[in-house]
């Protein structure tokens, strides 16, 4: 079974805290991506990675950073948390090529007080 | 950019009943590809269905199918012989063939309900 696993479901943290949400694939993907999911909003893309040590940024870059290291593993990054970070953090990953499908994490839940 | 809009935020139905979730998307390429990806709750996000623009004819997976309608760009999800695992939020997700890196864009999504 393919697997996405993301190091944490859920998360407490203060306003200015750095927070690391950590993804690990075992797929040998190329691609991989976070997203943000707010209510009626569906997903948002924050950044994706193409390769090691490769970033793009996505939809809504503000405010993060990342980390790709090795092919199999996927930081996203919050310097400094803010309130309005409060939210549900999706890593997925996909293989190369036009129609590569997309494997989901669990999420993981952010509160920041 | 693309857009995907879902316009529905909530929709109910009877188990073993048939239910259509609708979603339009805005794009000026003529080569994309479509998705409905389901998110039960507490648990991942899978892929329901795909539709690759250039094909006519409409996908299906057992109980669920789409009704692709390209010149109005509209891509709909109809669920038949709904069932309780069905309940979940769907999201339908939208992407350029231009490029294989490319990205998905999401719908809002639309909750589901399944009443027994």
């Known amino acids: 079974d393919v697997k996405v696993t993301q190091s944490s479901r859920y998360l407490v943290k203060r306003t200015g805290e750095k927070v690391f949400l950590e993804c690990v694939q075992d797929?040998?993907?190329?691609?991989m991506f976070w997203y943000r999911q707010d209510p009626g909003l569906g997903l948002r893309l924050i950044y994706f990675s193409y390769d090691v040590k490769m970033k793009e940024k996505g939809d809504i870059p503000e405010g993060y950073s990342v980390s790709r290291e090795k092919k199999e593993r996927f930081s996203l990054i919050l310097e400094s948390a803010s309130t309005n970070q409060t939210s549900m953090y999706l890593c997925?990953?996909?293989?190369?090529?036009?129609?590569?499908?997309?494997?989901f994490g669990e999420g993981s839940r952010l509160t920041v007080l | 950019a693309q857009t995907v809009t879902q316009s529905q935020p909530e929709m109910s139905v009877q188990e073993a009943e048939t239910v259509t979730l609708s979603c339009t998307y805005d794009?000026?390429?003529?080569?994309?590809?479509l998705f409905w990806y389901k998110q039960p709750p507490s648990r991942q996000m899978i892929l329901v269905i795909r539709?690759?623009?250039?094909?006519?004819q409409n996908a299906t997976e057992n109980r669920f199918s789409v009704n692709f309608q390209k010149a109005a760009k509209s891509f709909s999800l109809k669920i038949s012989d709904s069932q309780l695992g069905d309940a979940a939020m769907y999201f339908c997700a939208y992407r350029s063939a231009r490029n294989a890196g490319n990205m998905l864009t999401f719908g809002g999504g639309t909750r589901l309900m399944v009443k027994p």
């Open positions: 797929m040998d993907h190329e691609n």
């Open positions: 794009t000026s390429e003529s080569d994309y590809y």
């Open positions: 997925a990953s996909r293989s190369g090529g036009f129609t590569g499908e997309l494997f």
């Open positions: 539709q690759e623009a250039y094909k006519q």
